[in-house]
């Protein structure tokens, strides 16, 4: 059974903080790994990445996936509070591009 | 382009009866998904779509049902609702090699 797990839980942290959010991943098949972040609604995409060691860069937020020790990172950098939401990690494991999800890292960044 | 579009918004059921949720995307994306969202345990896959015409099971489609008749549109029907199936459904489709752009969801209550 395929699975992601993502760490930690949840996390509250002050305002210009750098946090850390990470994922790590068993599937059968791997095509890529995605980050989105989730406000009130919709999953928003941020990163999808498919090659280890490679950094993708958005503003203040990083993202890097290691594919021998099947698991990825998302950094951000100088928090703020629109920062506040849940992060989703999602692996596609290839067959018609399904997405397996973890459970989510709820973030919340605080004045 | 107002992308992925879900409708209604918010519905209450009682237990027993049936009700179908729409889901339009203006992009000409050819895969679309339907997934349920409930607290701690992420986004899981009910059903999928790889085209007009076809749709497949994906890890929880028990007590749905779905259909694609065109290819913008992708509906999904419960024909006896239960109380288990109170979540928030989220539509989702993509172009293949490309990330996931998600509809804003619908909040379902059944009593």
């Known amino acids: 059974e395929d699975k992601v797990v993502q760490s930690p839980l949840s996390l509250v942290v002050h305002e210009g903080d750098t946090v850390t959010l990470n994922c790590s991943y068993e599937?059968?098949?791997?095509?890529?790994l995605l980050w989105y972040k989730q406000e009130k609604k919709a999953p928003t995409f941020l990163f999808m990445l498919?090659?280890?060691?490679i950094e993708k860069k958005s503003g203040r937020l990083s993202s890097i996936l290691d594919k021998k020790e099947l698991f990825s990172i998302l950094n951000i950098t100088a928090t703020q509070t629109g920062d506040s939401a849940v992060y989703l990690c999602?692996?596609?494991?290839?067959?018609?591009?399904?997405?397996?999800f973890g459970t989510g890292t709820r973030l919340q960044v605080t004045l | 382009n107002a992308g992925v579009t879900q409708t209604p918004k918010f519905r209450v059921l009682k237990t027993g009866q049936s009700m179908t949720l729409l889901c339009a995307q203006d992009?000409?994306?050819?895969?679309m998904y339907w997934y349920r969202q409930d607290p701690g345990m992420g986004l899981r896959l009910i059903h999928y779509?790889?085209?007009?015409?076809?749709?497949a099971k994906g890890e929880v489609p028990d007590g749905y049902n779905v259909s694609r008749l065109k290819k913008q549109n992708f509906l999904l029907g419960l024909e006896s609702a239960a109380p288990s199936q109170t979540s928030v459904y989220f539509c989702?489709?993509?172009?293949?090699?490309?990330?996931?752009?998600f509809g804003p969801g619908t909040r379902l209550t059944v009593t």
């Open positions: 992009m000409n994306h050819e895969y």
């Open positions: 989702a489709s993509k172009h293949q090699g490309y990330e996931q752009y």
């Open positions: 498919t090659s280890s060691g």
């Open positions: 999602a692996v596609d494991t290839g067959t018609a591009s399904k997405l397996t």
């Open positions: 599937v059968t098949n791997f095509r890529s």
């Open positions: 779509s790889v085209g007009e015409g076809t749709t």
